[in-house]
């Protein structure tokens, strides 16, 4: 059973508190979304199944729904407390999914709720510090073209993406741009990225049988043979010569 109760309605958005007392270990039937909204669980916890995966729905981690899509959902640990943000086709910058919510957006969650009477003003505004700190606006699609074109450029060999300066010229963004934005995005630095690009590329060479490893740093763009060595550890825990021995058992 659910209960929605209205804390703020305009044309443009609206802000409900949504509490569901069941408790349903399996899954129920797929409920098709109709509107851009976005869920964020105030207390308890739940499972949701769609398109992009399944999660565990609880304050650390909300949804985004998009009309066309649907869900099913389970309630292993019984009910829960959720706020429904409905946004119109203007306010919305986001994409369907998961959505992280992190202490920041945590804060602006519950600042959202505590919003006064002026609902044109305060609690617009509260609403769009909350979407800042979920990144659904397209400053999070920027940065993932961003860090897209960077992945491209580095995989296909761009001529300057040789090295990190001419690679964020090449994308027309300051070096230190890029290089927050790509660890943001992917967990890992460019250097990180290019090397586990080029050991893979070295360990395709060495299963094929390749014993000329002073080449092979040449060719993959190492500074020689033991800043390929040492790479190649790095990345995989092994030498070459190791590896060379490992892939050559299979």
């Known amino acids: 059973m659910r209960e929605s109760t209205a804390v703020a309605v305009t044309e443009d958005f609206a802000v409900h508190t949504v509490r569901c007392t069941d408790h349903r270990p399996g899954w129920s039937e797929p409920e098709s979304f109709t509107a851009h909204r976005i869920v964020l669980v105030r207390a308890g916890r739940f499972r949701m199944r769609s398109r992009h995966g399944r999660a565990v729905i609880d304050p650390t981690m909300g949804y985004a729904e998009a009309p066309g899509g649907e869900g099913r959902f389970a309630h292993p640990a019984g009910g829960d407390v959720c706020t429904a943000i409905t946004l119109s086709p203007g306010l919305w910058r986001g994409s369907a999914g998961m959505v992280r919510v992190g202490a920041r957006a945590d804060v602006a969650h519950r600042l959202l709720l505590r919003a006064g009477p002026d609902v044109g003003y305060e609690t617009a505004e509260r609403l769009l510090g909350l979407l800042v700190h979920l990144a659904l606006d397209d400053t999070g699609r920027i940065r993932r073209a961003l860090v897209d074109e960077a992945r491209e450029a580095i995989v296909s060999d761009h001529p300057q993406a040789a090295a990190l300066v001419p690679l964020a010229r090449l994308l027309e963004v300051s070096p230190s741009h890029l290089s927050r934005t790509f660890r943001r995005e ?29 080449g092979l740093a040449g060719d993959l763009g190492f500074a020689d043979h033991a800043h390929l060595t040492r790479t190649i550890k790095a990345e995989t825990g092994h030498p070459p010569t190791a590896l060379r021995r490992l892939l050559a058992s299979r």
């Open 186 to 214: 992917t967990g890992m630095s460019v250097t990180r990225f290019r090397n586990r690009i080029r050991v893979g590329r070295a360990l395709d060479r060495i299963e094929q049988g390749e014993r000329d490893l002073a």
